[in-house]
Nanobody
Framework: QVQLVESGGGLVQAGGSLRLSCVASGRAFGSLVLGWFRQAPGKEREFVAAITWSGDTTNYGDSVKGRFTISRDNAKRTVYLQMNSLKPEDTAVYYC????????????????RGQGTQVTVSS
């Protein structure tokens, strides 16, 4: 089992930055594929980013490429999402997810998911 706890959400003006963190407890963190997803009110959940266990490969959703960066610190059992040049359309609940086996951008493929943290970007 893996427990995921997100933090770092909040209210920021358009053009600003936030860094989200997700701390994992449970099974070996270093073996996990980690991802971030988001869901805005009335919209489907959207893939944001993912990173392999080693951190040498990343993948991003088209809407965040060039603005967001995913990274991980295996010693701290933490995955980060650095969000720059934020836009009002980035407003959503952001979720951390983990999976021990699959390299995927599908929410339902991740075995473990956090409770989410709210990010609100004002115009």
């Amino acid at each position: 089992q893996v427990q995921l706890v997100e933090s770092g959400g909040g209210l920021v003006q358009a053009g600003g930055s936030l860094r989200l963190s997700c701390v994992a407890s449970g099974r070996a963190f270093g073996s996990l594929v980690l991802g971030w997803f988001r869901q805005a009110p009335g919209k489907e959940r959207e893939f944001v980013a993912a990173i392999t266990w080693s951190g040498d490969t990343t993948n991003y959703g088209d809407s965040v490429k060039g603005r967001f960066t995913i990274s991980r610190d295996n010693a701290k059992r933490t995955v980060y999402l650095q969000m720059n040049s934020l836009k009002p359309e980035d407003t959503a609940v952001y979720y951390c997810a983990a999976d021990p086996y699959q390299w995927t951008s599908n929410w339902y493929d991740f075995d473990y998911r956090g409770q989410g943290t709210q990010v609100t970007v004002s115009s």
